[in-house]
């Protein structure tokens, strides 16, 4: 299996991360809903959501990627906060716990479709108010899961990581290698 293929959707992490590991990348971006279902636990949500993307954007005899990745807390899914009082409040709660994120991906090639799921805890650290809000004016959180970027300013936040860092950025290599060797040998 060559080191080329469609990367189904818009994240510049999970491009940066495929092109670090010399893949040759073209970015589809799907069109999906991604409204999780009810009672839908987070790891079967970011499963669906990584099989929806690529199926939505990576023809069958194609090779492509997807993923989705949520933070939880309490058993709540933390998405994008998109404002700042969002913003803000996530931070907040996750100020000097420990967190998952869960990470969903799925993988097409040869007509095959594999898919799973990796999680990593993150611990935040006791975090001022002053510390919030200074994070929370760089912009950076807005867009992320869970309100902070691991790769970004987001990392004073932590005290620890246990499990794939990767993931917590948006997609574990570990993972695609991992389903790359299983389809190659599946055939």
Do not use: W
Not at 7 to 25: C, E, V
Not at 137 to 147: F, I
Not at 174 to 187: I, P, Q, Y
């Amino acid at each position: 299996m060559d080191k080329t293929l469609i990367l189904a959707s818009q994240s510049p992490q999970r491009l940066r991360l495929l092109q670090d590991y010399g893949f040759t990348i073209e970015v589809r971006i799907p069109q999906i809903d991604e409204t999780p279902k009810s009672g839908e636990f987070p790891s079967a949500l970011v499963e669906r959501l990584a099989l929806e993307k690529l199926r939505d954007v990576v023809e069958v005899e194609e090779t492509g990627l997807a993923a989705d990745t949520v933070a939880v807390i309490d058993n709540e899914i933390l998405g994008k906060p998109g404002t700042q009082k969002r913003a803000t409040a996530m931070l907040e709660s996750l100020s000097g716990r420990t967190h998952q994120i869960v990470g969903g991906i799925a993988f097409r090639h040869d007509c095959q479709d594999i898919s799973g799921v990796v999680s990593s805890e993150v611990t935040f650290r006791d975090l001022t108010d002053e510390e919030i809000e200074d994070y929370v004016k760089t912009g950076e959180p807005l867009d992320k899961a869970g309100g902070y970027a691991i790769q970004g300013r987001g990392a004073d936040l932590i005290s620890r990581v246990h499990g794939c860092q990767e993931n917590v950025i948006g997609l574990s290599m570990n993972a695609v290698f991992e389903l790359m060797r299983l389809l190659k040998t599946h055939k």
